[in-house]
């Protein structure tokens, strides 16, 4: 199949699959008569597997390491565990992060309830430098 076939089938763009080409986390496509990539059904089942884990935050480290994992298929999966391990502990992370936030926006909500901006507290608040 071409690019522009495998990019539909899969949701990613062209110019993103030419990348991991080149970072070789996808292998090189075979080349037509006329020059063109031809990409099979294992650079589908790749680059399926490559946007999954992206889907679920890995780095591209992560992937092309799941990837290499994946080839082993007589290996223990305990790599992949400590992988999606590491991944959970960093969404607990951002989601700590973001519901810190959440509650910081909401009291600096809650605290203003002036009618002016040069009264407004939200205003004030941003404008102090942060307690360390």
């Not at 495998?6 to 062209?14: E, F, N, R, W």
């Not at 992560?62 to 298929?73: I, K």
Request: aromatic share 4%.
């Amino acid at each position: 199949m071409r690019i522009g076939e495998l990019a539909k089938a899969t949701g990613t763009k062209a110019e993103t699959i030419r990348y991991y080409e080149r970072e070789g986390i996808l292998p090189a496509a075979d080349r037509t008569d006329n020059n063109y990539r031809d990409y099979s059904q294992d650079h589908l089942a790749a680059l399926t597997f490559v946007r999954r884990a992206r889907e679920l935050g890995f780095s591209m480290a992560q992937v092309s390491e799941l990837l290499d994992l994946a080839d082993n298929e007589d290996k223990p999966c305990g790599d992949v565990d400590h992988l999606v391990r590491k991944q959970l502990g960093e969404i607990d992370r951002k989601i700590d992060d973001l519901t810190s936030l959440r509650d910081e926006l909401g009291h600096l909500l809650r605290s203003c309830q002036a009618d002016r901006i040069g009264d407004c507290r939200i205003v004030e608040s941003l404008a102090r430098p942060r307690k360390a």
